[in-house]
């Protein structure tokens, strides 16, 4: 028998990676997400999509422990989160990277920070794989700011590799990419979660693109429009790894979940 990936809760794993209890969050008098709750099982890929708007960044900070919940628990591995932490690694929407180190730099000094007890030699080697992964090897020298959009965003993806999170917290990483480079990294990303020294547990990432969805992820929550938001709907995706591109578009279970999702957010969820 084929051993089944898509198992979401593993028999004798009591312990979510990630538990989200009855959480709200409001900004003063806007209440932007309210009565949130999803648990998360160790080695799951999860997708959170939803309109703009309605509060996924707002779920991914909190989960980041950038933001408290105004009610509410997030929890890591049992741990209450109170703050951030080097088990976890975040990319931004809009790159956080610092403009006066240089890419190389970038990603070395967040190694530093979050895996300290790495020596120098593999930190270095580390740092140039992920480069030249992200196709950045050659851009090492210049700062964030001679880059384009796209390469910046590629050094955030870089980064976040390199320090070989427990948990990786992506936050549309790969919007601002061509397709042929965002395929890649999407690819790369799998290889680094379900890889046999992975030291990634968990992947949990915001995107507003359905296919990227379901192409890697095990469960995909879909969030209502804000204000007041909450968990509309969590699908799961019964589709065998490793998966084919070319042929889940033509797979029966990949067009009807993929046209439920449009359903879901072109019109359920319509503004
Ligand atoms: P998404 O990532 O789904 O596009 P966000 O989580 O960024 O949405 O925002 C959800 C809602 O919360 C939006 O209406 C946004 O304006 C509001 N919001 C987010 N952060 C803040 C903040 N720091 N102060 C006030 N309002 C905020
Ligand atoms: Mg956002």
């Known amino acids: ?30 209440v932007a997400l309210e009565g949130v709750d999803l648990d998360i099982w160790p080695g799951e890929f999860i997708s959170i999509i939803g309109h703009s708007g309605c509060g996924k960044s707002t779920l991914l900070n909190l989960v980041a422990g950038l933001n408290p919940p105004t009610a509410g628990t997030v929890s890591l591995f049992g741990r209450p989160v109170e703050g951030p932490g080097p088990e976890r690694a975040m990319v931004f929407q809009n790159y956080s990277l610092l403009p006066w180190l240089s890419v190389r730099a970038n990603v070395l000094e967040a190694m530093k920070a979050s895996v300290p007890q790495m020596g120098r030699q593999e930190r270095e080697g580390v740092c140039e794989g992920v480069l030249k992964m992200v196709g950045l090897w050659t851009h090492r020298d210049q700062k964030p700011g001679s880059l384009s959009g796209g390469q910046r965003q590629r050094v955030a993806i870089a980064r976040a590799f390199a320090v070989q999170p427990r948990v990786l917290l992506l936050d549309e990483p790969f919007g601002a990419l061509d397709a042929i480079t965002r395929g890649k990294l999407q690819d790369e990303l799998l290889g680094m ?5 992975s030291g990634i547990s968990n992947v949990l990432m915001v995107t507003h693109d359905i296919d990227e969805a379901i192409y890697l992820s095990d469960r995909i929550v879909v969030m209502s429009n804000g204000p007041r ?15 084919e591109r070319a042929r889940l578009v033509s797979d ?11 359903d879901l957010l072109g019109r359920v969820l319509a503004h």
């Open 1 to 30: 028998m084929t051993q089944s990936v898509m198992t979401t809760q593993p028999e004798l794993t009591p312990t979510p990676a990630l538990s989200v209890s009855g959480v709200y969050k409001s900004f003063g008098t806007f």
């Open 193 to 197: 979660w379900s890889g046999p020294e």
């Open 229 to 243: 938001a909450h968990i509309h709907e969590v699908l799961k995706v019964n589709l065998e790894r490793p998966r």
């Open 252 to 262: 029966p279970v990949y067009l009807a979940l993929k046209a439920h999702m449009l």
